[in-house]
């Protein structure tokens, strides 16, 4: 195929965002509005507040990427890609109804994008040469947490998922319960203030049972849950009788909660890597993506299990590319539309879309 150029455009929760990126795997312009101050009074996303800020500002976030480029959307795009799921139904209506539009508007292909694989593929794009297939993938983000195989483009087996919340709920409801103050801008938000806090504290100070720890053998035992260390860290707070204002007792916790997070996720990695070696693929890289990967402990921890047990690398997008955004849909417009995946102008969202 000759070259191509793709506008991506993602709506699938709280950020709106739209980029333009080229089959040569350059990112040729971005654009995000993020909306933390609109939800961060409620304490957590409200769908209704978010759909309508979609609604007023995906337009100009459109314009803003295409006036970085200095092009002209009907001359200098070919393709439009778009997040149709997994994610807030609204939402995800929203920055569909408007990628459809365009691309029918237009007469040019549009790809809907699966969320999850738009994570996953980013790390193809952000490496200076693209991770080849097949790799080990661990997607953490404030809507999933889902360990995968990725063969190819399109080609994925589920190996675990959480069982109740995920891993980035349990880090924005233990930054709730502790009354943490979201950190600010991109990058921003309750688990990155979590993380802040959690630097100084220490992780031994208090007991909690690390999750699911039963029958490491069966597949199944590669699920995941994060409800009861959230229930966890509260009960210490009430057995305890423990005070929130005293800012040692909240490093200590956010510790405690990040440390048994942590270990969590590496017990349940260790039984991937496992599984995949008595299946005979040939890893070539484990891929963390999704807004947790941005937290700099998960991935410390993360590249020493890698590197040091299984002797491959750890691959993380930038953390501005692991949080929701526009480029992440962009390439995997690029991606599939290589391989001639294409949909058409009728296709609906669909909030849950299993991988
Ligand atoms: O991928 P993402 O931007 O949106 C979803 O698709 O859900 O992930 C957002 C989640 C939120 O729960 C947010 O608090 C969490 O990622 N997050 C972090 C960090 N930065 C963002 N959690 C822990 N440590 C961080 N540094
Ligand atoms: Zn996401």
Same mark, same amino acid.
């Given at each position: 195929?000759?070259?191509?150029?793709?506008?991506?455009?993602?709506?699938?929760?709280?950020?709106?965002?739209?980029?333009?990126?080229?089959?040569?795997?350059?990112?040729?312009?971005?654009? %995000?509005?993020?909306?933390?101050?609109?939800?961060?009074?409620?304490?957590?996303?409200? *769908?209704?507040?978010?759909?309508?800020?979609?609604?007023?500002?995906?337009?100009?976030?459109?314009?803003?990427?295409?006036? $970085?480029?200095?092009?002209?959307? =009907?001359?200098?795009?070919?393709?439009?890609?778009?997040?149709?799921?997994?994610?807030?139904?609204?939402?995800?209506?929203?920055?569909?109804?408007?990628? $459809?539009?365009?691309? =029918?508007?237009?007469?040019? *292909?549009?790809?809907?994008?699966?969320?999850?694989? =738009?994570?996953?593929?980013? +790390?193809?794009?952000?490496?200076?040469?693209?991770?080849?297939?097949?790799?080990?993938?661990?997607?953490?983000?404030?809507?999933?947490?889902?360990? !995968?195989?990725?063969?190819?483009?399109?080609?994925?087996?589920?190996?675990?998922?959480? %069982?109740?919340?995920?891993?980035?709920? =349990?880090?924005?409801?233990?930054?709730?319960?502790?009354?943490?103050?979201? !950190?600010?801008?991109?990058?921003?938000?309750?688990?990155?203030?979590?993380?802040?806090? +959690?630097? $100084?504290?220490?992780? $031994?100070?208090?007991?909690?049972?690390?999750?699911?720890? &039963?029958?490491?053998?069966?597949?199944?035992?590669?699920?995941?849950?994060?409800?009861?260390?959230?229930?966890?860290?509260?009960?210490?707070?009430?057995?305890?009788?423990?005070?929130?204002?005293?800012?040692?007792? &909240?490093?200590?916790?956010?510790?405690?909660?990040?440390?048994?997070?942590?270990?969590?996720?590496?017990?349940?990695?260790?039984?991937?890597?496992?599984?995949?070696?008595?299946?005979?693929?040939?890893?070539?890289?484990?891929?963390?993506?999704?807004?947790?990967?941005?937290?700099?402990?998960?991935?410390?921890?993360?590249?020493?299990?890698?590197?040091?047990?299984?002797?491959? *690398?750890?691959?993380?997008?930038?953390?501005?590319?692991?949080?929701?955004?526009?480029?992440?849909?962009?390439?995997?417009?690029?991606?599939?539309?290589?391989?001639?995946?294409?949909?058409?102008?009728?296709?609906?969202?669909?909030?849950?879309? *299993?991988?």
């Amino acid at each position: 195929r000759s070259p191509f150029t793709v506008l991506g455009i993602e709506t699938s929760c709280d950020d709106t965002g739209v980029a333009i990126v080229n089959s040569d795997r350059q990112i040729i312009s971005e654009a %995000i509005h993020l909306q933390q101050q609109l939800h961060e009074p409620y304490g957590g996303i409200v *769908p209704n507040l978010a759909m309508s800020s979609h609604q007023q500002n995906l337009p100009l976030v459109i314009r803003e990427a295409l006036d $970085k480029a200095n092009m002209d959307i =009907a001359r200098d795009i070919d393709v439009v890609a778009v997040t149709r799921g997994p994610g807030l139904p609204a939402c995800l209506g929203n920055g569909l109804s408007a990628g $459809k539009a365009l691309a =029918a508007a237009l007469r040019k *292909p549009l790809i809907g994008v699966h969320h999850m694989e =738009a994570h996953a593929l980013t +790390a193809r794009l952000t490496q200076p040469i693209p991770v080849p297939f097949p790799f080990l993938t661990l997607l953490i983000s404030g809507g999933h947490t889902l360990i !995968l195989v990725a063969h190819g483009v399109n080609n994925y087996t589920q190996l675990g998922t959480t %069982i109740d919340d995920s891993i980035g709920e =349990a880090y924005d409801k233990t930054a709730r319960l502790l009354k943490l103050p979201w !950190l600010k801008g991109r990058g921003g938000g309750p688990g990155a203030a979590l993380e802040r806090i +959690a630097e $100084k504290g220490d992780p $031994k100070k208090y007991k909690v049972p690390i999750p699911m720890t &039963k029958d490491k053998r069966r597949k199944e035992e590669m699920d995941l849950s994060f409800s009861g260390l959230k229930t966890s860290i509260s009960n210490l707070i009430t057995n305890y009788n423990l005070d929130l204002d005293d800012e040692d007792v &909240k490093r200590d916790l956010a510790s405690t909660f990040q440390k048994t997070a942590i270990t969590h996720l590496t017990d349940k990695l260790e039984l991937a890597f496992r599984w995949c070696r008595e299946k005979d693929i040939k890893l070539t890289a484990l891929v963390v993506s999704g807004g947790v990967a941005s937290n700099k402990s998960i991935r410390s921890s993360l590249e020493s299990l890698a590197t040091e047990r299984y002797n491959l *690398p750890l691959i993380c997008p930038p953390p501005h590319l692991c949080t929701d955004n526009g480029v992440m849909v962009a390439w995997t417009g690029v991606e599939r539309f290589r391989i001639g995946l294409v949909d058409e102008y009728i296709i609906d969202h669909l909030p849950r879309w *299993p991988i």
